[in-house]
Nanobody, 125 residues
Framework: QVQLVDSGGGLVQAGGSLRLSCAAS????????MGWFRQAPGKEREFVAA????????DYADYAQGRFTISKASAENTGYLQMNSLKPEDTAVYFC??????????????????WGQGTQVTVSS
């Protein structure tokens, strides 16, 4: 069993930055992919970014490309999402998720096996 704990959210002004963390405990040796998703009120959960735990080029949603950076600290079993140049439309609850197998479609939230509880990000204008 794997437990994920998201943290790092908060209130920030437009143009500001936040770094989200995803700390894992339990059996993490079988991880393959870590992803970040977000869900705004009244909207469906959407893909933000993903990275394979063994390395390789990360994937980003178009709106995240150039502003967000996904990374990991394997030795610490922790993943990160650095968010810069935040906009009010980035306001949402952000979730990290992991899979224990290769995902041909990392953008599909239903493919992930474990989820964090979410952390609220609010960007004021």
């Amino acid at each position: 069993q794997v437990q994920l704990v998201d943290s790092g959210g908060g209130l920030v002004q437009a143009g500001g930055s936040l770094r989200l963390s995803c700390a894992a405990s339990g059996r993490t040796d079988s991880w393959y992919t870590m992803g970040w998703f977000r869900q705004a009120p009244g909207k469906e959960r959407e893909f933000v970014a993903a990275i394979t735990w063994s390395g390789g080029s990360p994937d980003y949603a178009d709106y995240a490309q150039g502003r967000f950076t996904i990374s990991k600290a394997s030795a610490e079993n922790t993943g990160y999402l650095q968010m810069n140049s935040l906009k009010p439309e980035d306001t949402a609850v952000y979730f990290c998720a992991t899979s224990i197998r290769y995902l041909p479609q990392v953008m599909r939230s239903g493919e992930y096996d474990y989820w964090g509880q979410g952390t609220q990000v609010t960007v004021s204008s």
